[in-house]
């Protein structure tokens, strides 16, 4: 256990996917990729709720995958707790494993659904033989199902998934990724197929166990205005990069990258007087395909702003413009 | 309800005591019970609330095409002076259904079938409904004759070509299979698909959901667009009260199946807020980009089991205002200013 100040960083991480190869690039030689992460690089304080954001096929949950170690990664650096975990043997996966927990998007879909609760929770304490005897491992089950306010836990113990509300078997997710007293956890969209009136009382629930047991999270999302109530710091990504990073009032109300403000004037806001309207969207088009990335900067061929520099000149690189808040444009203090 | 008289000829729509229920095994469930609300022309008006509140049911029913075990059982529904809940099947059929009301059902972008090119399924669509349409609502392709017939090719991609233009699609769309499309040039043609026989109504299940934040503006710039150009009324479907500040002129909020509040967008959105306790709730559980909270609000507990709904008020149990009579009997949507519906005794003055 060390003191470091960071629980994960991440260097210049790389996941590339080989596309299947036409005749004609076989016989030369070639092989394309989809680069759904292309060198991504931060680091997550201990404590500290770090969201990723972006649009669907943006990398975000490429990434936290990576970070789950469910992918091995093409290329790049991930220190955990100080040490390499970058490519793991399966002892060191199992032990990762119990540091890193992740809680899935679909509530129903990920729970067995011929397991009640009790044996749901009790699962990854059989796997990872923790807990002697099942008494034990019940009084943990308990004492998770109390953590995430599943109460009685007695009660709920006994229920099968589909005898549980959404936001009911969210908490049971979280619950389960409590059990073996994980240092992080990876939430990928946890809220977005929950009801708005129970969404905030799943947030809530888990900031306050993220503040009692003094937790990690990586939290990944499509949704902006959640990421602004729930993180700590806030990393928008385009095409597998990172495009700008902060804590959540500098990246939603002084933003520098050109991405970000176009993404934050189109989210819909429940504010009378704007039916009338046609609202600008400042970018066209959707993303392009990761698996044919533009030259010079990634972002040039939807942007507003772009001037010949942007795709002649290399890539930019994400760089601190303010403390701690960090963009990678070329044009970010003209426009 | 008579108290509620809400006939108008402003109207292309009227919904009156409509009634869908879902017969299972264990009983009934009353997923629309009693709703009553209205369409005017030219108007988006939106259909919000939680996910089984009724608001898909009460779109598919709408469109006279409840899934079973569900069957309309009982009310009315006026489209175009026209009551459509006795009409034969053939009869909805031959002259309402996609004639006279389409929709743009949840998820559709993603049902293209794989196999068949755009062009292909469009002209299934069109073919399928001017092969017997006749009368009235007949294009201008087969007035001119007696019989009616298949669509010739060339005429097929007139029409498709045009839509497909309405919707900002170009025409080589046509050739193309719907795995090469993106998200939103799919929702794009699912939406062309329901403009063909120039429906009155249009009824547009969550067609944002899916999609991502910029390609959502662009779709609800579109929809804002055809209603200037085509003067439709919308439906608007989805459980996302923002999306709906948008694009609604008037928002309903329904609740287990019932109607809570209607509204106009200024009425519910405004300074003066929602009167229904249940919408100022949710409106408080939506979290806005540009305010900063520490802590979101919420609404403890769940929708209630529609199989065994509870006495009263359906959202008395959740609600922080309840008063006594509120478990006990059921309070009637009734109009407190002009064109603000509320169900709620707490609004009674």
């Given at each position: 256990?060390?003191?470091?100040?960071?629980?994960?960083?991440?260097?210049n991480?790389?996941?590339?996917f080989?596309?299947?190869?036409?005749?004609?690039e076989?016989?030369?030689?070639?092989?394309?990729?989809?680069?759904?992460?292309?060198?991504?690089?931060?680091?997550?304080?201990?404590?500290?709720?770090?969201?990723l954001?972006?649009?669907?096929?943006?990398?975000?949950?490429?990434?936290?995958?990576?970070?789950?170690?469910?992918?091995?990664?093409?290329?790049?650096?991930?220190?955990?707790?100080a040490?390499?975990?970058?490519?793991?043997?399966?002892?060191?996966?199992?032990?990762?494993?119990?540091?890193?927990?992740?809680?899935?998007?679909?509530?129903?879909?990920?729970?067995?659904?011929?397991?009640?609760?009790?044996d749901?929770l009790?699962?990854?304490?059989?796997?990872?033989?923790?807990?002697?005897?099942?008494?034990e491992?019940?009084?943990?089950?308990?004492?998770?199902?109390?953590?995430?306010?599943?109460?009685?836990?007695?009660?709920?113990?006994?229920?099968?998934?589909?005898?549980?509300?959404?936001?009911?078997?969210q908490?049971?997710?979280?619950?389960?990724?409590?059990?073996l007293?994980?240092k992080?956890?990876?939430?990928?969209?946890?809220?977005?197929?929950?009801?708005?009136?129970?969404?905030?009382?799943i947030?809530?629930?888990?900031?306050?166990?993220?503040?009692?047991?003094?937790?990690?999270?990586?939290?990944?999302?499509?949704?902006?205005?959640?990421a602004r109530?729930f993180?700590?710091?806030?990393?928008?990504?385009y095409?597998?990069?990172?495009?700008?990073?902060?804590?959540?009032n500098?990246?939603?109300?002084?933003s520098?990258?050109?991405?970000?403000?176009?993404?934050?004037?189109?989210?819909?806001?429940?504010?009378?007087?704007?039916?009338?309207?046609?609202?600008?969207?400042?970018?066209?088009g959707?993303?392009?395909?990761a698996?044919?990335i533009?030259q010079?900067?990634?972002?040039?061929?939807?942007?507003?702003?772009?001037?010949?520099?942007?795709?002649?000149?290399?890539?930019?690189?994400?760089?601190?413009?303010?403390?701690?808040?960090?963009?990678?444009?070329?044009?970010?203090?003209?426009? | 309800?008579?108290?509620?008289?809400?006939?108008?000829?402003?109207?292309?729509?009227?919904?009156?005591?409509?009634?869908?229920?879902?017969?299972?095994?264990?009983?009934?469930?009353?997923?629309?019970d009693?709703?009553?609300?209205?369409?005017r022309?030219?108007?988006?008006?939106?259909?919000?609330?939680e996910?089984?509140?009724?608001?898909?049911?009460?779109?598919?029913?709408?469109m006279?095409?409840p899934s079973p075990?569900?069957y309309?059982?009982?009310?009315?529904?006026?489209?175009?002076?026209?009551?459509?809940?006795?009409?034969?099947?053939?009869?909805?059929?031959?002259?309402i259904?996609?004639?006279?009301?389409?929709?743009?059902?949840?998820?559709?972008?993603?049902?293209?079938?794989?196999?068949?090119?755009i062009?292909?399924?469009?002209?299934?669509?069109?073919?399928?409904?001017?092969?017997?349409?006749?009368?009235?609502?007949?294009?201008?392709?087969?007035k001119?004759?007696k019989?009616p017939?298949?669509m010739n090719?060339?005429?097929?991609?007139?029409?498709?070509?045009?839509?497909?233009?309405?919707?900002?699609?170009?025409e080589?769309?046509l050739?193309?299979?719907p795995?090469?499309?993106?998200?939103?040039?799919?929702?794009?043609?699912?939406?062309?698909?329901?403009?063909?026989?120039?429906?009155?109504?249009?009824?547009c299940?969550?067609?944002?959901?899916?999609?991502?934040?910029?390609?959502?503006?662009?779709?609800?710039?579109?929809?804002?667009?055809?209603?200037?150009?085509?003067?439709?009324?919308?439906?608007?479907?989805?459980?996302?009260l923002?999306?709906?500040?948008?694009?609604?002129?008037?928002?309903?909020?329904?609740?287990a199946?019932?109607?809570?509040?209607?509204?106009?967008?200024q009425?519910?959105?405004?300074?003066q807020?929602?009167?229904?306790?249940?919408?100022?709730?949710?409106?408080?559980?939506?979290p806005r980009?540009?305010?900063?909270v520490?802590?979101?609000?919420?609404?403890?507990?769940t929708?209630?089991?529609?199989?065994?709904?509870?006495e009263?008020?359906?959202?008395?149990d959740?609600?922080?205002v309840?008063?006594?009579?509120?478990k006990?009997?059921?309070?009637?949507?009734?109009?407190?200013?002009?064109?603000?519906?509320?169900?709620?005794?707490r609004?009674?003055?």
């Open positions: 256990m060390s003191n470091n100040k960071y629980l994960v960083e991440v260097e991480l790389q996941k590339w080989p596309t299947r190869r036409t005749m004609g076989v016989f030369k030689g070639q092989q394309r990729y989809v680069k759904a992460v292309d060198g991504v690089s931060f680091k997550i304080e201990r404590g500290e709720i770090f969201g954001v972006g649009e669907s096929g943006c990398g975000k949950t490429t990434t936290g995958k990576l970070i789950m170690k469910l992918l091995d990664p093409t290329g790049g650096k991930l220190i955990f707790d040490d390499d975990v970058t490519h793991l043997d399966k002892v060191g996966l199992d032990t990762y494993r119990q540091n890193v927990q992740m809680v899935f998007q679909d509530p129903y879909a990920s729970m067995n659904p011929r397991f009640r609760l009790r749901v009790e699962e990854p304490l059989i796997i990872h033989k923790k807990g002697g005897t099942k008494a491992r019940m009084e943990m089950v308990k004492k998770a199902l109390n953590e995430v306010r599943l109460q009685p836990p007695e009660e709920f113990m006994v229920r099968f998934p589909h005898m549980l509300s959404g936001g009911q078997r908490r049971g997710a979280t619950a389960r990724s409590l059990i007293n994980p992080m956890i990876v939430a990928d969209e946890p809220v977005s197929m929950i009801d708005l009136s129970t969404r905030a009382e947030l809530h629930m888990m900031k306050t166990v993220q503040r009692e047991l003094n937790l990690t999270y990586l939290y990944i999302t499509h949704d902006l205005s959640t109530y993180t700590d710091k806030i990393a928008v990504m095409l597998g990069k990172i495009v700008e990073m902060g804590v959540p500098d990246v939603i109300d002084n520098f990258h050109p991405y970000t403000k176009a993404l934050i004037t189109a989210v819909c806001e429940p504010i009378a007087g704007k039916v009338n309207r046609i609202k600008e969207v400042p970018i066209k959707e993303v392009p395909s698996e044919n533009p010079g900067c990634r972002f040039h061929p939807r942007c507003p702003y772009a001037i010949k520099e942007c795709w002649e000149k290399e890539e930019p690189v994400l760089e601190e413009v303010e403390k701690g808040h960090f963009v990678a444009c070329r044009r970010y203090k003209e426009i | 309800m008579e108290k509620t008289k809400m006939t108008d000829e402003r109207n292309i729509l009227e919904v009156e005591n409509l009634k869908l229920y879902y017969k299972v095994s264990d009983g009934l469930v009353k997923a629309v009693d709703v009553t609300f209205f369409l022309k030219g108007e988006t008006l939106g259909l919000v609330g996910s089984g509140c009724g608001k898909t049911t009460t779109g598919t029913a709408l006279h095409m075990p569900g309309i059982a009982g009310g009315k529904i006026i489209l175009d002076g026209e009551d459509i809940v006795p009409l034969k099947e053939t009869e909805i059929r031959k002259r259904r996609w004639e006279k009301i389409s929709m743009v059902f949840q998820g559709a972008m993603n049902c293209l079938t794989p196999v068949y090119t062009g292909k399924l469009m002209t299934e669509t069109l073919q399928e409904h001017r092969a017997f349409s006749q009368g009235e609502k007949a294009s201008e392709f087969s001119s004759r019989t017939r298949k090719k060339e005429e097929a991609r007139k029409i498709m070509v045009k839509y497909l233009n309405y919707v900002g699609l170009s080589d769309i050739r193309r299979y795995h090469e499309l993106s998200g939103g040039m799919k929702q794009r043609v699912v939406i062309a698909m329901a403009l063909f026989l120039e429906p009155k109504v249009i009824v299940d969550e067609p944002t959901t899916a999609l991502d934040v910029v390609v959502q503006a662009q779709i609800i710039n579109l929809l804002k667009e055809l209603k200037e150009k085509l003067d439709l009324a919308f439906i608007f479907i989805t459980h996302d923002a999306t709906e500040a948008e694009v609604s002129d008037r928002v309903q909020i329904m609740y199946g019932r109607i809570m509040e209607i509204g106009t967008n009425q519910i959105y405004g300074e807020g929602p009167m229904h306790p249940y919408t100022r709730r949710l409106l408080e559980a939506t980009l540009h305010e900063e520490e802590e979101l609000a919420f609404i403890p507990g929708p209630p089991d529609l199989l065994r709904p509870p009263g008020c359906k959202f008395h959740r609600c922080d309840t008063m006594e009579k509120c006990t009997e059921e309070p009637d949507l009734i109009e407190v200013e002009d064109d603000h519906y509320v169900a709620c005794w609004c009674r003055k």
